[in-house]
C-alpha cells in the first residue's frame, strides 16, 4: 500500500506529520512525500523544511494520498498542476484524505461536490461555499473521503483510518507505540471550549491563519 | 526567545514537531533546527527527512533546547559532541525539555541525576539506570527540566510550558490554532489502558522501538 503525503509551499508541519505517524506505520506500506518538485519544501513560518522525495508526476497512483493544510493552501488553490494530480490520483485511490484546510484543495478539484466534509473551525464556512457540506466534527468519512479538522486532527484522522485500513489491533498497537493518551493542560482546543477572548482573538487573525493575508 | 530542537540520524519526526507546532508559535520567538551538520537529517523509517538550519556550534546558548527521541538516540548516546553541546546548553538554559528517549540524552549527560523524569513508557526502566527516578506522568517538571512520554506527548508538552513562559492566554491560542481537541478513536494510548495483546506485542519489540536493534 502507498501513501502519499503532498508537501507545498507554506503547509503546515504537523498536518502532514500527523498522519505520517500513524499512517506511515502501516507494516508493509511505503510512504512518500511528493511535491510538485523533490527537494525542501519550506513550512508555514518558514523555519522548518520538509524534503519531496519525488514529484507528483513520478507517484501518480497513490493507494491513500493526504493533503495536509495551512496558509500557503490559498496560492495553491489556483495551482492547476496540483489540481489536476489531486483528481488523476483520487481517479484510483482506495482514499482521499486531507487535514485542516487541505480540504479547501480537494473541494477546489471538484471531490466534495454534496459530500459531508469538514476543516479547520475558522475554513468551515469557506468550505461550503466550494460545494461541500462542512460539520464541525472532528473526523469525517464519506465514501473514500476522509477529512479531519485543524492541524493536530490529522493523528486521529491516521488511527482511524488506520483501523479500516487493516484492523484495530494494528492502530492500536500504533496509538500505543506513539504513546497517544493525550492531556491537554488546557481545555481550549474548540471554540465552544476555549475562551470567549480567546475565541476573539483567533477569530481577528483568521486572515493570517488562512493565508488570505500575510502578517507583516 | 529562542528554541533549539535537534535533530539527528533516525529521530522520530512527531518528537520534534510536536513541540515546534506549539512552542514555535510563540509570538517575537525564534526556533531553530539544529544538528551536527547542516542539511537533510532522515528520520527513524527513513522516508522523511526535515533540515536542520544551523550546526550544533551555532546554536550554542538556546533558551529552550528541546531533545526528541528515536531510534537512532541510541548511538547518539556515544557522540560526545552531541552530550558536550547538551551540557554546554542546558548551563544557560531557561528550559531544558526532552520528548520520548530523548530524556536518555539528558540523562547520559548527567542532567537528570536524582530528577523526577519521564520518556516512552518502553524506556522507563533504561531512564532510571542514568541516575533519574522515573514517573509515569505524561509531562513531567522538575526544576528547569521538563521531560514528556512517548512520541505524541510533546505536544501536551509544548502547550504545558508555552503557559509556564507566556501565561494561560497564549498557550490557549495555540491550542485553538492547532485545534488541539483530540478524540482518539481508540483507548490504548498506555501499557495500562491498551489491551493486554496489544502491549504485549509492543513489548516484544521494544528492541526495535528502541533502537538496540534494527529490524532485518
Known amino acids: 500500500m502507498q501513501f502519499a503525503i503532498v508537501l507545498y509551499d507554506r503547509f503546515t508541519a504537523l498536518d502532514a506529520v500527523g498522519p505520517y505517524e500513524t499512517l506511515g506505520r502501516l507494516p508493509d506500506s511505503e510512504t512518500v512525500f511528493v511535491a510538485e518538485h ?122 482511524a483510518l488506520l483501523g479500516r485500513i487493516s484492523g484495530d489491533f494494528v492502530a492500536q498497537a500504533v496509538q500505543l507505540g506513539i504513546e497517544y493518551d493525550p492531556r491537554p493542560p488546557y481545555d481550549a482546543g474548540s471554540p465552544e471550549k476555549a475562551p470567549a477572548d480567546v475565541t476573539e482573538f483567533m477569530r481577528s487573525r483568521s486572515r493570517f491563519i488562512l493565508g488570505h493575508e500575510q502578517p507583516t
Do not use: F
Not at 72 to 101: F, H, K, P
Open 38 to 159: 523533490t527537494g525542501p519544501v519550506r513550512n508555514d513560518s518558514g523555519n522548518l523544511a520538509l524534503v519531496a522525495e519525488k514529484t507528483l508526476a513520478e507517484v501518480p497512483h497513490p493507494d491513500v494520498l493526504v493533503v495536509p493544510g495551512g496558509p500557503g493552501q490559498t496560492q495553491q488553490m489556483e495551482n492547476a498542476a496540483l489540481l489536476d494530480w489531486i483528481r488523476t490520483a483520487d481517479a484510483t485511490s482506495t482514499w482521499t484524505t486531507s487535514v485542516c484546510t487541505g480540504s479547501l484543495l480537494l473541494a477546489a478539484a471538484g471531490l466534495l461536490e454534496g459530500r459531508r466534509a469538514t476543516s479547520h473551525w475558522l475554513a468551515l464556512e469557506e468550505l461550503g461555499k466550494y460545494g461541500a457540506e462542512p460539520t464541525g466534527e472532528r473526523v469525517v468519512t464519506d465514501g473514500k473521503y476522509v477529512t479531519a479538522a485543524g492541524v493536530s486532527s490529522g493523528i486521529d484522522m491516521g488511527l
